[in-house]
């Protein structure tokens, strides 16, 4: 006799499991468990099969029918419906393997131990609200040029060209990743190259050396902590970037030796920089750890317990004494490079200085002197030069 809802819902479990027939190859399982499940028994070539259709109450007694009768049809046209479900459950799996997400996910991982933490994050970030919305989800071989232009075009609609040309670099690079396991034959990023209108970037304003007297004036009669003020200084003095400036720490400096040693992880390239310490910023670092020398930061910020001053803190002080649009903190690295480089500095000496790397990655490979010795040299007579204009702003007070 067929089964009606009432037998299926009063059906007890036992010791054992067993069975509740609804006729035709359909039963019901019930387990000890409690748990109920349809199955389907059917014969392929004089051979048993069992087909198994899912879990009641999930599947109603009307749907695993409708299941059945189904699965009826294939074994007539001699098809084996549980061969079909996993056929249909192994490409469901593959199709899931090969979609552009999938890949672009296992690409960034494969790209983590070469990427800083922040970084590898900013990208994913990305993919995830501008990317993977469009075309995540879509099997990465059949995306084409007109799917990257789409993605590329809603970044930069909304005025973040740079970031649309950075994500198109990443999008190609994942393609070329896909072609390597050929998932897919061709690289629809790489034709928008040039597609995406660059800005031309502008150098950020340096401070002309003839100013350095009156520049030394006004931040000496400003109203600003002396930390602060000693903050500029040595940014000026030592000309590393703003952020490598104020989150120093006093274990970096080793005052024997007269360096300053910027670990690797605060730097923007995955390098330690170490800053050879001529006599005007040893001077001035001596007065700041009289001030800040019972801390872990140089610079401490005055709200963040565990923090040092924030990126806009040097910019702000050479607002109000005049220089918004004429110098920045980061001016002053080109200031530095513009007078060694006039003045004869090996050229090598004072990239290595300012922390940059090598383009030529073949000049690169061979050229890894530090040029320390030249360096130090080099440091000194800049102070020199800096403490000379730095006297005669003194002398004008």
Request: hydrophobic letters at 40%; proline letters at 5%; a positive charge.
């Amino acid at each position: 006799m067929p089964l009606s809802d009432r037998q299926i819902k009063n059906a007890k479990p036992a010791e054992k499991a067993y069975k509740v027939s609804d006729g035709h190859g359909l039963y019901l399982l019930v387990k000890p468990n409690g748990g109920k499940y349809w199955r389907f028994k059917y014969y392929i070539d004089n051979k048993e099969k069992l087909l198994s259709i899912g879990t009641y109450p999930t599947i109603s007694l009307a749907e695993a029918r409708e299941a059945a009768e189904n699965a009826r049809r294939m074994v007539a046209n001699g098809q084996s419906p549980s061969e079909a479900k996993q056929q249909a459950k192994r490409e469901k799996e593959a199709a899931l393997l090969n979609t552009f997400a999938y890949t672009a996910r296992e690409w960034h991982a494969k790209q983590l131990p070469r990427w800083k933490p922040k970084h590898a994050a900013r990208v994913l970030h990305y993919f995830e609200t501008d990317v993977f919305p469009l075309i995540g989800e879509e099997p990465i071989s059949g995306l084409r040029v007109k799917n990257i232009q789409a993605v590329l075009d809603k970044v930069a609609n909304r005025g973040a060209i740079e970031t649309a040309e950075k994500i198109r670099q990443w999008i190609s690079s994942i393609f070329n990743y896909a072609a390597m396991l050929e998932r897919a034959d061709g690289n629809p990023a790489a034709p928008l190259v040039g597609y995406l209108q660059i800005p031309q970037t502008t150098n950020m304003p340096a401070l002309p050396r003839e100013e350095l007297p009156e520049f030394y004036r006004r931040l000496l009669l400003a109203d600003v902590t002396q930390q602060n003020r000693l903050c500029l200084l040595l940014t000026v003095l030592c000309f590393a970037r703003n952020t490598e400036i104020r989150g120093g720490e006093w274990a970096e400096i080793d005052w024997q030796a007269q360096t300053w040693t910027i670990p690797a992880q605060r730097m923007k390239r995955p390098r330690a920089h170490l800053i050879p310490l001529a006599d005007w910023p040893l001077e001035l670092l001596h007065e700041l750890h009289g001030l800040t020398g019972q801390g872990r930061f140089m610079f401490p910020s005055r709200t963040a317990t565990a923090g040092y001053i924030s990126e806009n803190t040097m910019g702000g002080i050479l607002n109000r004494i005049g220089y918004k649009g004429i110098a920045t903190p980061h001016g002053f690295r080109s200031l530095a490079s513009s007078v060694l480089n006039e003045q004869g500095f090996n050229a090598d000496a004072i990239e290595r200085q300012l922390a940059h790397v090598e383009d030529n990655k073949i000049r690169a490979a061979y050229n890894r002197a530090e040029y320390l010795a030249e360096r130090a040299q080099m440091m000194q007579w800049y102070s020199d030069f800096l403490r000379q204009r730095y006297d005669a702003a003194k002398a004008m007070l």
